[in-house]
């Protein structure tokens, strides 16, 4: 079959047993024939309809639904199954929706038919000449900015991504695939149901990604996210388990170091990690049978091509390892576009065709990159230098007594933003002291000026579905008055050159 068609269909002709177990989410397993036989079922229902919305559960009808609707040509809208009515509303008005496939009892008022999906029905998916019609997936992004935006992925760009991680990732028909990760995601969707389905591979789906469940799955490959792996390692014996693993995956956010050197004391290897967005798939990741360099996503993938560009400037940034600019990507992997949001669309491309990803980042001179964060809200501007939030936030999780950790700029009158991190540390002094503590371990192991000027310690962090933490859902504890640390570390001075203004980017 021609590479072409491979990508139009996405899932090709394996020479693997049909009969065998292929999926199983919980408790409800079925065969490669059983799923792709229910699949057309539900594709010859859906056949012809604009757009299909999918209840997105941890559940088998979520794989059938969302197959039978590829099998038909008829792009997948996956929705969150905790979404609010705003929230559900928005998307399936957005999408055009013509009906769900799930159960919905617990979502009233709904404009749209709602059915069911029968894992017993079976029939023969249409011909294959559909298949090619429009998007695969209407994915939809945060609406961090405003009402979430849809994202159009094509069959050719989601089978680009999935051919080129198994290059990285040594990932076979011979491989079980592990994860409990939501299925309305790239990460849980994409690279989870899709990548298994496309390869052949066996994949167990555990609805939740508990320790106990992952260590009973007896996989050889295991995706998390790193709210996953930090369980995991709390968790000794069940991570003790996953040493038989051929390779651990870490994505969707930065895996603390200290995690990974736990990872590595308690399996023998350390995991891999890998950099993408909903709207690029995954770009950079380390390789199997590469270095893994804790902090960084690796190399670009086959066909991938980056560049840094400073976002005042415009001017390129050097790949030598310390300058930051924002991460620009060029690749077979690029979505289409917003779902009609041609300005959108537009402002997200550079003149010369890169698109902007929005992330603030470094590449060294070896082609490994690392993410710093969003250029938005973690590329932080004080005193004249510009600090990348990731890099602070790294320096305080190697601290032995912090648990977790997020750093913000919040606006200053003298250094333009002043870097305040909120802190989980159960069994760190809160007060003069815990401040002084870790605003001094960050200026040795980074520099003065990248150290907290503020810190709020704080029970939790507000976390989306895939444990990335909600920025700008933190506040100040009412009963928290920290103690202003400008003096720590020595009390260098701010820095060289104009101090910038108050404030950040807006995001994409």
């Known amino acids: 079959m021609r590479r072409e068609d491979l990508a139009v269909t996405l899932f090709p002709s394996l020479d693997v047993d049909q009969d065998a177990p292929a999926v199983q989410v919980g408790d409800t397993a079925m065969s490669r024939a059983q799923l792709f036989a229910a699949a057309g079922a ?12 999918v209840r ?10 969302t197959v039978g609707c590829l099998l038909a040509g008829v792009p997948a809208v996956p929705v969150p199954p905790d979404s609010g009515p705003r929230e559900r509303d928005h998307i399936l008005g957005d999408s055009d929706a013509e009906l769900l496939l799930g159960e919905a009892a617990t979502w009233a008022d709904l404009r749209i038919p709602v ?33 979430p935006k849809g994202v159009l992925l094509s069959r050719s760009a989601i089978a680009a991504d999935l051919d080129a991680l198994a290059d990285a990732w040594g990932w076979t028909a011979e491989d079980t695939l592990v994860h409990g990760l939501p299925l309305f995601h790239v990460h849980g969707l994409v690279l989870g149901v899709l990548g298994a389905l496309r390869l052949g591979s066996r994949l167990v789906h555990t609805v939740r990604p508990t320790p106990a469940a992952y260590a009973g799955a007896g996989g050889s490959l295991y995706f998390g996210v790193p709210t996953v792996w930090t369980r995991v390692c709390e968790d000794p014996s069940s991570a003790r388990s996953l040493a038989a693993a051929r390779l651990l995956v870490s994505g969707s956010a930065p895996l603390p170091v200290p995690v ?3 990872l590595r004391q308690l399996t023998g290897a350390s995991p891999v990690e890998r950099y993408g967005m ?6 950079t990741s380390s390789r199997a049978d590469g270095e893994r360099r804790a902090g960084w996503v690796g190399l670009p993938l086959p066909d991938v091509h980056t560049r840094l560009v400073d976002d005042e400037s415009g001017e390129p940034v050097p790949p030598d390892g310390e300058s930051v600019g924002e991460l620009q990507v060029r690749a077979p992997t ?16 550079t003149a010369d065709g890169w698109f902007r990803t929005g992330d603030a980042a470094v590449i060294a001179e070896d082609g490994h990159h690392r993410i710093v964060g ?5 590329l932080i501007k004080s005193g004249g230098y510009r600090i990348g939030a990731g890099e602070v936030e790294a320096a305080l999780l190697a601290h032995p007594r912090v648990r977790e950790a997020a750093v913000v700029g919040l606006p200053d009158d003298d250094l333009g933003q002043r870097i305040t991190a909120f802190v989980v ?4 002094a809160h007060g003069d002291a815990g401040d002084r503590e870790l605003t001094d371990f960050v200026a040795r192991e980074l520099s003065v000026h990248k150290r907290p000027r503020t810190i709020h310690f704080v029970g939790e962090l507000p976390r989306n579905a895939m444990g990335k933490v909600r920025k700008a859902a933190l506040r100040p504890p009412l009963d928290d008055h920290p103690a202003a640390a400008d003096g720590a570390a020595g009390g260098a001075p701010a820095g060289p050159g104009p101090r910038p203004e108050a404030g950040t980017h807006p995001s994409r």
């Open 334 to 349: 690029l979505f289409d576009g917003y779902l009609g949001r041609p300005d959108a669309t537009a402002g997200s491309f």
């Open 115 to 147: 059915v069911p999906v029968d894992l017993t029905e079976r029939a023969d998916p249409p011909a294959r000449s559909q298949q090619a019609q429009g998007s695969a997936l209407i994915l939809y992004t945060s609406g961090t900015t405003g009402a």
């Open 278 to 283: 909903t709207e690029t798939l995954i770009t």
């Open 425 to 428: 540390a159960p069994d760190l």
């Open 374 to 378: 969003r250029r938005s809200i973690d």
């Open 56 to 65: 997105a559960d941890a559940s088998m009808a979520t794989v059938v639904a």
């Open 260 to 262: 990974i050197e736990r």
């Open 42 to 53: 539900v594709a010859r229902r859906v056949a012809g309809a604009r757009a299909v919305a």
